[in-house]
């Protein structure tokens, strides 16, 4: 995190895609690397979610998902960006998957995976005319991969259409903000460190991870172990964390480093050894420390 520099040095890449219909579509590269799309992506879904949508637009295919209330969760694991909202989440690669705690994903189908090119466009109509703005991203296959719809100055209330030379150009705030910052680095980033890579504690909550009912003491036990340490490191608790035996089941997201069978007073441990000694606690690692070797 130390090494994160807050301006973007511009990729000056624009390129102009003819549609179908006699329009085209401008595209302004930004770089696709994490510590440029991860605050860009927490600041959006975290501060201006009111303002965008998340879709996906292939031929034949159109997805719009709106915020009705702010995202319950926006975390980085294992190389996704999650976005967990009320009635649907989202999983979006930006950095390499390596598969868990056993890397098992192959070094090509990381590459394939993760977002791989990053740009914000402007669609124009046949009479060039800018009719919508957005974010899109491809994969490591040159594939789309969802895109983000920013505020549209031609609509209103309920995505209805504004009457004709009536435009609410204020909203072109947004697109305007994020093309200086990231495509033209004129701006600075809005942060001082990559907020994705705030670290954090997970227990796994599911169910599916017997005996991991036990989740509760171990998660208070974390909150206060970190409290009491003075740390900067949130304790949550999640789904599914690739190991699904022996828990409860913790992931450190700091290092990448998952234990089992934590207890109470083990979760305590990790905290003061690992977490603040940078000591890891050998007989819970997972995969077991003799297996790392
Ligand atoms: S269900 Fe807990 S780690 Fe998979």
């Known amino acids: 995190m130390s090494d994160f520099n807050c301006w973007v040095t511009p990729l000056n890449r624009r390129e102009i895609e003819p549609t179908y219909q006699g329009g085209t579509i401008e595209y302004e590269d930004f770089p696709s690397a994490i510590d440029i799309t991860g605050p860009m992506l927490y600041a959006l879904f975290q501060d201006r979610w009111q303002e965008v949508q998340l879709g996906h637009v292939v031929e034949g295919s159109v997805l719009e998902l709106e915020f009705t209330e702010p995202p319950k969760l926006c975390i980085l694991y294992d190389g996704y960006l999650t976005v967990v909202t009320q009635g649907w989440h989202m999983h979006l690669c930006l950095e390499e998957h390596l598969g868990g705690p056993h890397c098992k994903t192959p070094p090509e189908l990381r590459q394939q995976r993760l977002v791989s090119r990053a740009a914000l466009y402007r669609r124009f109509n046949a009479d060039g005319q800018a009719k919508s703005w957005g974010i899109q991203f491809w994969n490591g296959a040159g594939e789309r991969m969802m895109n983000l719809f920013l505020p549209n100055p031609f609509l209103g209330e309920d995505e209805d259409l ?39 504690l997970s227990v796994c909550r599911s169910s599916r991870c017997n ?83």
């Open 162 to 200: 504004l009457p004709e030379g009536k435009p609410k150009l204020e909203k072109l705030g947004l697109y305007e903000e994020l093309r200086s910052i990231y495509v033209l680095g004129e701006r600075p980033i809005p942060f001082e460190a990559n907020p994705l890579k705030r670290p954090y």
């Open 211 to 293: 005996p991991s009912r036990k989740w509760q003491p171990v998660f208070e036990a974390l909150k206060t172990a970190v409290e009491k340490a003075g740390l900067d490191v949130t304790v949550m608790t999640s789904g599914c964390l690739e190991v699904c035996q022996l828990g409860p089941v913790v992931f450190y997201s700091g290092d990448r480093t998952w234990y089992t069978r934590v207890k109470p007073e083990v979760a305590k441990r990790i905290v003061d050894e690992h977490l603040v000694n940078g000591k890891k606690l050998d007989e819970h690692l997972y995969p077991a420390a003799i297996d790392r070797a």
